[in-house]
């Protein structure tokens, strides 16, 4: 019995918090759009989530400026494949 196993492109889990300040340039950029301060941002990397406070903010803000992200990948983060 053989069996077919198809390679399957490996994939890259990125958290939520990672993604929007990747997505924004950094913790200072994005602190600057939502009208934190990057301290506070800097924590949220820290806990690994963003406060459901600004949330909304964000994605207001990321839409505004052609960023795009959900409001589901806000919440659970981003799966992204990759190769070698």
């Not at 198809?6 to 950094?26: A, C, Y």
């Not at 806990?47 to 806000?74: C, F």
């Amino acid at each position: 019995m053989y069996v077919n196993i198809r390679r399957m492109s490996p994939t890259k889990h990125i958290s939520p918090v990672d993604l929007i300040i990747d997505l924004f340039g950094g913790v200072r950029k994005l602190a600057r759009c939502i009208g934190r301060d990057p301290a506070a941002v800097s924590r949220w990397k820290r806990l690994g989530v963003v406060p459901t406070s600004v949330q909304k903010k964000i994605l207001e803000t990321a839409w505004d400026q052609g960023i795009e992200i959900s409001a589901h990948e806000m919440i659970f983060g981003r799966d992204i494949s990759w190769s070698n």
